[in-house]
């Protein structure tokens, strides 16, 4: 059983470039969501889904843009990167929302942007 | 949004030592998640919570829903215990879905 399932694990990016981190997940959860990572803080919600063609904005949506054309997955867009974006992000789904079931996470994705 | 504060934020202790880590939160929720990050940094769920206790193996978690509190312990820890442990709640108000997470307690056991 894959679970979530995030590519890349690692990445370096420069200035300016884009990259598209992807996750999926074989559970057929109708919630996914994206969190990033900083060292010494709690993990912050980027964006959220509740099902295939909805998305919404989380606590730090600035600089990421998200899609969710199927239930499997839901990648993460960084258009222009910037130094502020480095972190690590954490894919997860649940199956009945924060407040219904637990949450799986992804392995997370370590992304450095010089 | 819900505010989750843990302590303490680091915790060394002995192999068999009794571990007691605390979350509190703002605002009252339907549940609340205990979270075990390893060092090579994946996240896995160690209990979701809406009130009492709940008991796997060493770890036991309670939550006390009108003092908005809740406590994890660890009975007879061990080094394999070594991890950072975080609290977190669902978002509150305004619809939105998603956690917010206490800052982690990072947990160090020596043998």
């Known amino acids: 059983n894959a679970g979530v399932t995030q590519t890349p694990k690692f990445r370096i990016l420069k200035i300016g470039q884009s990259m598209t981190l992807q996750c999926t997940q074989d559970m057929n959860h109708n919630y996914m969501y994206w969190y990033r990572q900083d060292p010494g803080m709690g993990l912050k919600l980027i964006y959220y889904s509740v099902g295939a063609g909805i998305t919404d904005k989380g606590e730090v949506p600035n600089g990421y843009n998200v899609s969710r054309s199927t239930t499997e997955d839901f990648p993460l867009r960084l258009e222009l990167a910037a130094p502020s974006q480095t972190s690590v992000y954490f894919c997860?789904?649940?199956?009945?929302?924060?407040?219904?079931?637990?949450?799986?996470f992804g392995q997370g994705t370590r992304l450095t942007v010089v | 949004k819900n505010e989750v504060e843990q302590s303490p934020q680091n915790l060394t202790a002995q192999e068999g030592e009794f571990i007691t880590i605390n979350c509190s939160y703002s605002?009252?929720?339907?549940?609340l998640h205990w979270l075990q990050q390893h060092p090579g940094g994946g996240i896995v769920s160690l209990f979701m919570l809406s009130s009492g206790k709940k008991k796997h193996g060493r770890l036991i978690a309670t939550i006390n829903i009108q003092e908005k509190h809740s406590s994890l312990h660890i009975t007879a820890s061990h080094p394999r215990d070594s991890a950072v442990y975080i609290c977190?709640?669902?978002?509150?108000?305004?619809?939105?879905?998603?956690?917010?997470f206490g800052k982690g307690t990072h947990l160090i056991i020596q043998p």
């Open positions: 997860a789904s649940s199956s009945l929302g924060s407040g219904g079931t637990e949450a799986f």
């Open positions: 977190a709640a669902p978002y509150s108000g305004g619809g939105a879905d998603g956690l917010t």
């Open positions: 605002v009252g929720i339907s549940a």
